[in-house]
């Protein structure tokens, strides 16, 4: 059963337009949640994170929503360029067991 | 250099064959970790160790064998490969506990064929 879900295998903008990627869970031990952002041949990279006491958390062009009665995240990429092209996976962190659990990532392209 | 280093980069293997993944960070960080991604799967834990005497299994261990040689070293080992252990395998490292990030190497394509 996975934990945290990414529904959306791939997503497709027009540079300049607003990006939404989403993610749900279900476990209600996760106290914090983080989105990380992978090219191709490169490992993972922290993107944004937010704690599950707040409802948004902004950080430049990207910005992270919680909405806990829906278990629900998404991350908002405003504007869209090029670059922001890869793969990003959201995870939920159970501070009980002291793990991260990832979704099964969603691949952006962002078309110029 | 990077902060975490992962070797081989690259390997294909035979069923059967034992396999050892080395990672090394830089960083200072006392826990790390080993993850596998898999098309639609995402990131996988396979092993953690939040110090050199504590190795815990992660959510698909089974197959797999970790050492952690000392705060800065950690393997994984496959004893005997087989085809479904076909993987992209990433080492990460934290430092304590609670929500910060992780920090991962650049990852191990490993095929078994």
């Known amino acids: 059963d996975q934990q945290v879900k990414q529904n959306s295998p791939s997503l497709s903008v027009q540079e300049g337009r607003i990006s939404i990627l989403n993610c749900d869970y279900t476990?209600?031990?996760?106290?914090?949640f983080l989105w990380y952002k992978k090219y191709p041949a490169e490992g993972p990279t922290f993107l944004i994170s937010i704690s599950s006491i707040k409802d948004k958390n902004e950080d430049g062009r990207f910005t992270v929503f919680l909405n806990k009665s829906a278990k629900h995240l998404s991350l908002h990429i405003v504007p869209s360029q090029p670059g922001d092209s890869a793969v990003y996976f959201c995870?939920?962190?159970?501070?009980?067991?002291?793990?991260?659990?990832f979704g099964g990532g969603t691949r952006l392209m962002v078309k110029p | 250099d990077a902060d975490v280093t992962q070797t081989p980069r690259n390997r294909i293997t035979k069923t059967g064959k034992r396999i050892m993944l080395e990672c090394s960070q830089t960083?200072?960080?006392?826990?790390m970790y080993w993850y596998r991604q898999d098309p639609g799967l995402g990131l996988r834990l396979i092993y953690y160790?939040?110090?050199?005497?504590?190795?815990n299994k992660g959510e698909i261990s089974d197959g797999y064998s970790v050492s952690r040689q000392a705060q800065a070293k950690f393997s994984l080992s496959l004893e005997s490969a087989i085809p479904n252990q076909t993987a992209l395998y990433f080492c990460a490292t934290k430092q304590g506990a609670g929500g910060g990030e992780l920090f991962f190497g650049e990852g191990s394509r490993l095929t078994v064929l």
């Open positions: 476990n209600s031990m996760f106290d914090y």
């Open positions: 960083k200072g960080h006392d826990r």
């Open positions: 995870a939920g962190n159970n501070n009980a067991g002291n793990m991260l659990t």
């Open positions: 160790s939040f110090d050199v005497k504590d190795i």
